[in-house]
């Protein structure tokens, strides 16, 4: 069996702070909490050896507590967290962070892209600022947005080779309504820059939570196969998101069924190398 790093979870605890996405009776099954000792024994079953622990809401006070978990965890090597792009003192803040405990475990950051209704806010002169520092303090950036706005993600990603952008989730491709066609092209168009990656996650909540396959996320796994090559994919759970479709074992059980013919050595990538290379875990 091969390791696997698992490179993009979560956890949460509503009596330090509400998760307010977590609405109607659809997410009911995850509006409770969920803790790194609720994940271990899953990861620890499935062959996950270390992972990377992922903001979830877009407010300053929690980035430091995740790195104070990461401090206090042999699970988590590394967190994306979040901070504010547009503030004019976004390099102090990141340098902050970066003193902070747990602060070297520090490995992107991320925004709720996907909730800003200017489908170009990732093109803002502010944004690109804040992109601009990211790089330049050795983080990644990580790109949580629907279909609509891939386009945009390219145009970022070519004004700024020198960062890594990782895109969550293939971008959200619609699968329960099996629509492929205009997001494969803005897939491909965003792969075509070498400093893009993309990871094999979320992808059972964008399908029919109840009468997904395996075959049915198949074309979209391909389609990000065809596109980034394995060297440029990495496998996350998005637990405990996923739970609302699938059982953590099942998520990657799943990612390895969709990979099983590619070589020892790309599935190792694609499982582990990837994620240790991109967030220099």
Do not use: N
């Not at 990656?197 to 389609?223: F, I, N, Q």
């Amino acid at each position: 069996m091969t390791d696997v790093i698992d490179a993009h979870h979560h956890v949460w605890d509503l009596s330090v702070r509400d998760q307010d996405w977590i609405t109607g009776p659809q997410l009911a099954p995850i509006r409770r909490d969920f803790s790194l000792d609720d994940l271990a024994p899953e990861a620890r079953a499935a062959g996950v050896t270390a992972t990377v622990l992922v903001q979830t809401v877009t407010v300053p006070e929690e980035t430091p507590e995740l790195l104070a978990l990461a401090a206090r965890s042999e699970q988590v090597a590394g967190v994306v967290g979040w901070t504010d792009l547009t503030a004019p003192d976004i390099a102090d803040e990141l340098a902050r962070l970066r003193r902070l405990p747990g602060g070297e475990r520090l490995v992107g950051i991320r925004h709720q892209v996907q909730g800003e209704p200017d489908p170009d806010w990732l093109l803002r002169p502010d944004v690109h600022r804040g992109l601009s520092a990211v790089a330049a303090a050795g983080l990644a950036y990580d790109l949580v947005v629907l279909p609509h706005q891939l386009d945009a993600c390219a145009r970022a990603a070519a004004a700024h080779p020198e960062l890594i952008f990782v895109l969550d989730h293939l971008g959200k491709p619609r699968i329960a309504s099996g629509e492929r066609t205009s997001w494969a092209a803005h897939l491909r168009a965003l792969a075509a820059l070498p400093h893009t990656v993309a990871k094999l996650s979320g992808l059972v909540t964008e399908a029919d939570w109840t009468g997904w396959t395996p075959d049915t996320l198949r074309p979209y796994v391909d389609t990000a196969l065809d596109a980034f090559g394995p060297d440029r994919l990495m496998f996350g759970s998005d637990w405990p998101v996923c739970t609302l479709a699938a059982t953590y074992g099942q998520v990657i059980d799943t990612a390895r069924e969709l990979t099983a013919d590619l070589s020892d050595a790309d599935r190792a990538g694609l499982f582990s190398g990837t994620a240790a290379r991109v967030y220099r875990l």
